[in-house]
């Protein structure tokens, strides 16, 4: 045991206000821009409704059960980290892989801020009405100008990262759950608004047979399956560590398996609803879906400038990137200062120090796409580098030494106990994280190696 200082009094104060809390704040690390910007883009490049439906599957047979393997890990180490993946007997490489989840974590947040910069900047211009105002033929070139720019996408990644930084010291139930609280219900409601405005354009039936008619053939692709893969476990919020955090925060033993089904059921629900905003939009007027990461920031803004309204609806659909974006940029800083707390630091300046951090890391992503442009690793520009080695690589690797801990070292009776699920059901839970999920993941990693 560690000496209490008077910090490690609070440390273990810090708690939600109760199940409810801890499940909203769940579902605000969950639903981001994974949800939105990259969910739209990926399924749009990989074939639509093919794509969604082995999504589907990867959230039932693989994210699912990471997910509630997290909450038990997580329960059991009091959302210690370090802790979480040391049972007795295990080896101590293990704790290796919690190491790994906190830099991975503070990794993903410097280029998330990055992409979130972009969609507060766009959500202040439709705002303020002067992107309403372009030509529509000079939006690609000024989303091109803008993230090439010196300074402006660096200016916003700093006020992205200090309102994460405000929430997050403000703590776990008056700052992240209070955060989570107030937007959730609200991106509900004003994504069902723009999905049943998108529905109402002629021609959106186009945009549902893409996103629901699928063309078989796509499945041959083996692509599709590491995408899909890699969707899963970065719209979940599950492989780094977050989900670990955040169950330790709550008191009690929470049922986790109906918690985790209600997380991972509102995530893949809200990708839909977007999915069923934005692809009807896009086809009824003629777009190309799969025009890759530009589709938010891009192909949206032409369909705005010619669609009845849609300044407005270009400030609602922003102002639902950038608060979605929010308390996910939120739950991810909070693992790495979680961590600095059990050392001993404060809550105020561990934010914002690993903020600053996190905020100089994420400089070189602000400007892969200009000054440093000509900087290339593998192909890539800096942002998409970091991007792919973050969620296609290391989040599988965490995400199966996850399963693989919770599977085979933890002692079986205490993963049971933990996980909060009627007993045939902690069976099938146990089955599904010992065999079906590594396999699953196994299987599609070589399926994309060797395709
Ligand atoms: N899930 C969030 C999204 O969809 C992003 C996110 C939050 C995340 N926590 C994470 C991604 C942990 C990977 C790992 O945008």
Not at 91 to 120: E, P, T
Not at 216 to 236: E, K, M, N
Not at 344 to 373: C, D, E, Y
Request: proline residues 5%; charged residues 10%.
């Amino acid at each position: 045991m560690r000496p209490t200082g008077e910090d490690d009094m609070s440390q273990s104060e810090e708690a939600w206000s109760g199940r409810l809390g801890f499940i909203l704040a769940a579902i605000g690390s969950a639903i981001g821009l994974g949800n939105i910007w990259r969910f739209a883009y990926v399924a749009g490049e990989n074939g639509g409704a093919v794509f969604l439906l082995v999504y589907a599957v990867c959230v039932l047979l693989i994210g699912l059960p990471v997910l509630i393997s997290e909450f038990v890990l997580g329960h059991r180490a009091r959302g210690d980290l370090l802790q979480a993946f040391r049972a007795s007997g295990a080896s101590r490489a293990w704790s290796g892989i919690g190491v790994l989840a906190i830099l991975v974590a503070f990794l993903i947040l410097s280029y998330y801020s990055v992409i979130a910069g972009w969609a507060c900047r766009y959500f202040w211009v439709y705002l303020t009405g002067h992107l309403p105002s372009l030509p529509r033929e000079t939006l690609p070139a000024a989303f091109e100008a803008f993230i090439a720019d010196p300074i402006a996408p660096v200016a916003w990644h700093a006020l992205f990262m200090g309102l994460s930084a405000i929430v997050v010291t403000a703590g776990v139930a008056r700052g992240i759950e209070r955060a989570s609280r107030v937007l959730m219900p609200l991106l509900a409601v004003m994504v069902i608004l723009l999905a049943g405005y998108a529905l109402s354009l002629p021609g959106a039936e186009k945009g549902l047979a893409f996103l629901f008619t699928p063309d078989w053939s796509a499945l041959r692709t083996p692509r599709l399956y590491i995408v899909a893969l890699g969707q899963t476990f970065f719209s979940l919020g599950v492989a780094m560590g977050v989900m670990i955090v955040y169950a330790g925060y709550m008191r009690s033993r929470a049922r986790f398996g109906s918690a985790a089904l209600t997380i991972a059921a509102s995530d893949t629900l809200f990708a839909i609803i977007v999915g069923m905003a934005i692809f009807p939009i896009v086809f009824a007027f003629g777009m190309d879906p799969a025009y890759g990461a530009a589709l938010a920031f891009v192909t949206l803004p032409q369909v705005f400038s010619i669609m009845p309204g849609g300044a407005w609806i270009g400030t609602a659909f922003f102002f639902l990137l950038s608060a979605a974006a929010l308390t996910s940029a939120v739950s991810l800083l909070e693992v790495p200062v979680a961590a600095a707390r059990r050392a001993g630091v404060p809550r105020v300046p561990a934010t914002l120090g690993l903020a600053l951090l996190a905020f100089l890391a994420g400089v070189p992503s602000a400007l892969g796409s200009g000054t440093w442009s000509a900087v290339r690793i593998a192909g890539k520009g800096i942002l998409e580098a970091v991007d792919y080695a973050a969620s296609s690589i290391l989040l599988p690797v965490v995400g199966l030494a996850v399963v693989l801990y919770t599977g085979w070292v933890l002692p079986r009776a205490e993963a049971l106990r933990e996980c909060g699920l009627p007993p045939r059901w902690a069976d099938v839970w146990l089955a599904m994280v010992r065999y079906v999920a590594p396999l699953a993941m196994v299987v599609f990693l070589l399926t994309s190696a060797l395709g």
